[in-house]
């Protein structure tokens, strides 16, 4: 045979080895990794490779989800893929992927899965499955996929002896996180800790804590291993300032005067109504102590319930003859020009509604920003809630709290960012942004006054209040705001039924 010959038929074998990559042997063994971890929606590669290494390019490759064999995920043969068989969910997700960056992928028995768009339906187990002429083998690998729920919720519940009762709530989770409460230095143990899980399969964890002493407390939700989303409250013994502890009319003696500041880490947007959208579904787990559960909020309270909405009504202010507010349009409160001056908000500029209330459900709302007129800052001065008066005496001299008959939520020009509740002492809750309309709901039988930040479907507090008598709404414009403070009425057409119209205000 030529010499030449000879070498050219050597080299010719040694480019085919290259080009066939690894060589192939009658045995292999098909190896995973035993459990992948990934965020839903992200994507995601499950291991899979053959050893020795060697080239799989004419081998027949099948990655089938749990025990569904004949609808196999990714279907390799015939050196193209086949997705005849493949479920609908799988369409357009799936390919090879590499498992690591050096892989030569295919040629070195490289068949990983690469799978994006991950959900929550696709977590389970995968068989990698991989055939040729002469061998087969399988190994199967489980699919963990995590869901980071929303950022926590805390919600102060007024108690009457001046406790908070502190309610921590977040949703979307999975698998179900983990809650812990602590005031910087330590850990604290909840009134109760409830598990729930959604239709969707998300949980949702719920807790309570009551605060009796000057302190701060966060609520930490996470999954294991990875980092945990924080909510903080902040509870003073001292007003936020002095001009707040005049506004007050209650002595400095005792307790002092008790405040409690919502201190918001995360942003908290759209968050109800994405709550809402999914809905709640029934208990999975609880740790109770004592029975104290059934203080939770209610499914559905942190935003506002259809029972709110259900007993809406059209109340009005009573067109007296206070001289320092101008009612426009019979639901258009603001202050006259020779109002009181100063920030300091009085009875002098409150005024009350109709009708009055001595039993069942009743929801109204407040909007404190003008229409229309976008440039012209919220209203910063108000009063909103119900008092037992059906009329204030101009020569009302007693202080406006809740001893005496007053109950709502106001805030003021020199306290940005701050509202507070009429008790005795006063509460401060401190919110990132002002609410520009305030739903008002009163549960006459309940013994409940909630008030919500009706724009963003939020609740700010609710006040365990015992009525006694017949109560009628409240409301002050304050002094000083170009803002008005407009009632929004309901509207009982059949074209409008189950609408809110906020009437433009005219300058």
């Known amino acids: ?290 029975g104290e559960s059934e203080k939770l909020l209610p499914n559905g309270l942190l935003s506002i319930p259809d029972e709110a909405k259900d007993n809406y009504v059209n109340v009005q202010p009573l067109n007296g003859d206070n001289e320092f507010i101008k009612i426009v349009n019979s639901n258009i409160l603001r202050d006259a020009v020779d109002a009181p001056a100063g920030n300091t908000i009085t009875c002098l500029t409150a005024v009350t509604g109709t009708p009055g209330f001595s039993s069942g459900k009743h929801y109204w709302e407040v909007s404190l920003v003008t229409n229309g007129a976008p440039t012209i800052p919220a209203k910063q001065s108000w009063w909103i809630g119900v008092t037992n008066m059906s009329k204030i005496p101009k020569n009302y001299n007693r202080s406006s709290t809740a001893d005496n008959g007053f109950w709502f939520l106001s805030s003021t020009r020199d306290n940005a960012g701050v509202l507070r509740f009429s008790s005795n002492p006063p509460t401060y809750l401190y919110v990132s942004d002002m609410p520009r309309k305030i739903g008002v709901f009163l549960n006459y039988d309940g013994r409940k006054l909630q008030f919500y930040d009706a724009e963003n479907s939020r609740l700010i507090a609710i006040f365990p209040v015992k009525f006694s008598g017949e109560v009628f709404p409240l409301f002050n414009p304050g002094t000083g705001d170009r803002a008005p403070m407009t009632i929004i009425q309901k509207h009982d057409e059949p074209s409008d039924a189950g609408t809110v119209d906020d009437k433009t205000v005219i300058e």
């Open 1 to 290: 045979m030529d010499l030449h010959f000879v070498f050219w038929l050597f080299g010719a074998f040694l480019c085919l080895s290259v080009i066939q990559g690894a060589p192939v042997s009658e045995n292999f063994v098909v190896s995973v990794s035993s459990n992948v971890t990934v965020h839903s929606k992200h994507a995601v590669v499950l291991p899979c490779w053959l050893s020795p290494s060697q080239n799989a390019e004419a081998m027949e490759v099948n990655w089938f989800y749990r025990d569904q064999f004949d609808a196999p995920v990714m279907l390799y043969k015939d050196k193209a893929l086949d997705s005849v068989s493949q479920p609908a969910s799988y369409t357009g997700r799936v390919s090879f992927g590499q498992k690591e960056a050096t892989s030569g992928g295919l040629t070195d028995g490289d068949v990983s899965l690469r799978l994006v768009n991950v959900t929550l339906a696709d977590a389970g187990v995968y068989t990698c499955y991989v055939s040729s002429e002469k061998h087969h083998d399988r190994a199967s690998l489980n699919l963990i996929v995590t869901q980071t729920g929303e950022p926590p919720l805390l919600t102060p519940v007024i108690m009457e002896n001046n406790k908070v009762n502190v309610s921590c709530e977040s949703d979307g989770w999975h698998p179900q996180p983990k809650l812990q409460w602590s005031d910087g230095s330590r850990a604290l143990t909840p009134k109760a800790l409830v598990y729930s899980k959604a239709s969707t399969g998300l949980a949702s964890v719920h807790s309570w804590l009551l605060i009796s002493s000057p302190s701060t407390v966060s609520c930490t939700v996470g999954l294991s291993g990875q980092e945990a989303i924080e909510g903080r409250m902040r509870v003073l013994t001292q007003t936020p300032n002095s001009q707040a502890q005049k506004d007050s009319g209650s002595s400095a003696t005792g307790w002092g005067l008790f405040a409690v500041a919502l201190v918001a880490l995360v942003a908290l947007l759209g968050f109800l109504l994405y709550r809402k959208s999914r809905g709640k579904g029934s208990i999975s787990q609880t740790d109770d102590a004592e």
